[in-house]
């Protein structure tokens, strides 16, 4: 499971690669790592547009279920996910390096993984909601209007199964790939679940809880 991630190009950069139209993030600082319920920004389809704006990480878990919030998706086939996954739901979440924990003693070691040593953007494929209620941690809850997202995961390719053996996040590279999830009939996006080929993906740090380079 995907809990740590970062984004550390330049806001001109994400704009350019994402044929962005409409950015509304402010000023966006480099995040080397960003975890579970906190702000990042996010690519959706806005009024025929690409919008750049930020969005917290984490959809509510489900009704049955009392837990944290859900960060990874992977079986879409739940009733639970299937209304997200219509084209206004569906949104990039810009990457340049994504971090898995191996289980090494006496605690777990994180490692880095990138598409090279220049880390160059790509894109998890997200989903997003609006959602109202409390989010943020206990000493500095955030109540109100909420806009949520997630993205899925599938089977691991080789690079990330000896570090994570169940799953790897779903990474999208091409400007054809981010119009076809943004855009496309649910079945056709959803051929985009599956992971990066063998050797798409290279090992960049280890040990840090941050990505900075």
């Not at 009392?66 to 206004?88: A, D, E, F, I």
Request: aromatic share 10%; proline share 11%; charged share 25%.
């Amino acid at each position: 499971m995907c809990n740590l991630y970062s984004i550390t190009k330049a806001q001109d950069a994400i704009r350019t690669i994402f044929r962005i139209r409409q950015d509304r993030t402010g000023n966006l600082p480099s995040l080397p790592g960003i975890f579970p319920d906190y702000m990042a920004p996010v690519v959706r389809n806005q009024d025929d547009e690409r919008e750049l704006l930020m969005m917290r990480w984490g959809f509510p878990s489900p009704p049955n279920v009392n837990g944290p919030p859900v960060t990874n998706v992977r079986n879409v086939k739940s009733p639970y996910w299937r209304g997200w996954l219509k084209p206004q739901y569906r949104c990039l979440v810009p990457l340049t390096s994504f971090c898995e924990y191996e289980d090494t003693k006496p605690r777990k070691t994180p490692v880095w993984f990138a598409l090279s040593e220049e880390r160059p953007l790509a894109a998890f494929a997200g989903i997003w909601r609006p959602w109202t209620g409390t989010r943020g941690t206990k000493a500095e809850p955030v109540e109100g209007e909420h806009l949520l997202y997630s993205f899925l995961t599938c089977e691991p390719n080789a690079e990330v199964k000896p570090i994570h053996p169940k799953a790897m996040p779903v990474i999208l590279t091409t400007d054809e790939e981010f119009d076809a999830w943004l855009n496309a009939p649910v079945e056709e996006a959803l051929n985009l679940q599956r992971p990066l080929p063998d050797g798409a993906l290279q090992i960049v740090a280890r040990g840090d809880r941050k990505d900075a380079a």
